[in-house]
């Protein structure tokens, strides 16, 4: 017995499938691995990716060796370059360091630390034309705020806010922005610094560089 499933493509694994979504009907029981199989052969391209993908199902991360349920929703997530109290989102708008402030700011925290990513000119020499970031939105989210949580519990009394950009975005032009915020300053830091190691690990957002001399997925190499 076959049922339906929907596949999403993001950043270099949507280049090498050429879609960026498609729906396909594959036998009861098909596990994430089998999937992989399958749509290497239907894109040959994606074959060399394979090795570097994670894959999502129903916005959570799955193992290799685990079911397809009916009707799911599978994302292919190249590397990365809710609940939680506070403001998580992914916009395609410039950002403002004061909307992730003012979410996180009371009177009952005295420390608030900030952070501004912005994209640079030069990459290892290389000048920098453009970036283009992209995002799975919703898993993105819910995972932005799971890092919420995952400081509100490691430092209790600390609420976090994490906004990124997505589009194309000029050298000095604002990526992410991050406030964290607590009764004292140490978790503040803590907090905000947390928040930034964690966001380029499990979030599906990617990031490609244009150069004068070429381009490049961070996180995949040339």
């Keep these: 017995m076959a049922h339906s499933l929907t596949v999403l493509y993001f950043a270099a694994a949507r280049e090498r499938a050429g879609t960026s979504r498609e729906s396909l009907e594959v036998p009861a029981g098909t596990r994430v691995s089998e999937l992989l199989g399958l749509l290497a052969s239907r894109h040959p391209g994606l074959a060399p990716l394979l090795p570097h ?58 420390g608030l630390v900030t952070f501004s990513g912005a994209v640079r000119n030069l990459t290892k020499g290389r000048r920098v034309l453009r970036l283009e970031y992209e995002a799975y939105p ?54 905000c610094e947390h928040a930034i190691e964690r966001l380029k690990q499990d979030v599906p957002i990617w990031k490609k560089e244009f150069f004068e001399d070429g381009e490049v997925w961070v996180g995949l190499g040339p």
């Excluded at 685990?66 to 395609?92: K, N, T």
């Design 53 to 110: 993908l994670r894959v999502a199902v129903n916005q959570e991360f799955s193992a290799p060796d685990a079911a397809l349920p009916p009707g799911a929703e599978v994302a292919l997530i190249p590397p990365v370059a809710g609940g939680a109290e506070g403001l998580f989102r992914v916009v395609d708008r410039p950002l403002r360091l004061e909307e992730v402030v003012e979410a996180v700011s009371d009177a009952a925290r005295g």
């Design 138 to 191: 919703p898993m993105a989210e819910k995972k932005l705020a799971e890092i919420g949580d995952e400081v509100a519990a490691q430092w209790p009394g600390t609420r976090l806010a994490i906004m990124h950009r997505v589009g194309t975005l000029q050298p000095g032009e604002l990526a992410v922005v991050i406030a964290a915020a607590a009764p004292h300053r140490k978790e503040a830091f803590r907090g």
